[in-house]
């Protein structure tokens, strides 16, 4: 039965990342929400996601937008019998940021805002040192979530953390109460504001972003309601990424697409979490960075040369 159910999960991930490549067909049509340009016979369109894509005018057809309340409740309730996990190897990182580039691009972040970072690392004076990723680590046990006044940050039973920022106040508590620094604040206007004007809140991606609001990772769980990898997975060219059900004991890679056992990933490669010694229960796993493919080139080496 656990085989079976693996094989329908790595099935199902299989044929989302074959569609991606699909923009011109109906699921791109139905998710677009907002006409940005027209041209001759073609037409420019903003999707849900975020992307602009451009389609022929024959194939339009009245989008099924989902209301305000529909898009927290479902938000909020989260993917049933689901348990998102996240593998970071640290040896694969080269620092390329094309994860923060297209997280970007998904949440309508300002340059200087990021939901994941890229962090020059060194353990200590001699050690080699390394690149690591932090998104937000989607604790079982989060700190954030406690201090939230207005119940506007919670976590959902699929592992995710998320922020209904139409309930926000921008009180700041939850920064506070993180031990990552996964969370920031929207101080200005939001990127492309005019883009998305009239747009409806979507809960799992949080856009359109609002200013006096927080904004953090969220496993890009709108692209996981529909069966694909977060952004920031597949956007990263050298298989540094795995992310998976845990209920299903499966990750897979976001560059190579491979599928492995989580388990067995995360053992034979002694992974660990960060600040365990807290009692957080992180979501996202290290793989420590032993024999990396790639050379650092960052600015560490050069203060203690």
Known sequence: MENKSRRNFVKKLGVSIGAAGLVGGSSILSSC???????????????????????????LKPAEMPSLSENQKRGRAGLPNRKWVMVIDLSKCRNARECM??????????????????????????TAPYYMPK?????????????????????????????????CIGCRFCIAACPYSARVFNWFEPRDAEKYEGVTYNIEANVPQKKGTITKC?????????????????SCPN?????GDQN?????????????????????????????????????YYLPPKDRAFPFQGEIEDNHS
């Open 33 to 59: 929400n907002q006409v940005e340009t027209a041209s001759g016979d073609t037409i420019t369109l903003l999707t849900s996601s975020g992307n602009l894509v451009e389609v022929d005018k024959s194939q």
């Open 101 to 126: 580039k297209g997280c970007q691009n998904h949440h309508q972040l300002r340059p200087e805002q990021h939901h994941i970072n890229v962090l020059q690392m060194q353990d200590a004076e001699h």
């Open 135 to 167: 998104p937000c680590q989607h604790c079982d046990n989060p700190p954030c979530t406690k201090v939230c006044p207005v119940n506007a940050t919670f976590k959902r039973e699929d592992g995710i953390v998320l922020i209904d920022n139409e309930r």
């Open 218 to 234: 969220l496993f890009s769980a709108d692209r996981l309601r529909d069966g694909k990898l977060p952004t920031c997975v597949s």
């Open 239 to 243: 298989g540094v990424y795995w992310f």
């Open 248 to 284: 299903e004991d499966a990750v897979t890679n976001g560059t190579t697409h491979e599928t492995t056992v989580f388990s067995k990933l995360i053992k034979d490669n002694a992974a660990y979490t960060i600040m365990e010694e807290l009692g957080t229960k992180p979501r996202v």
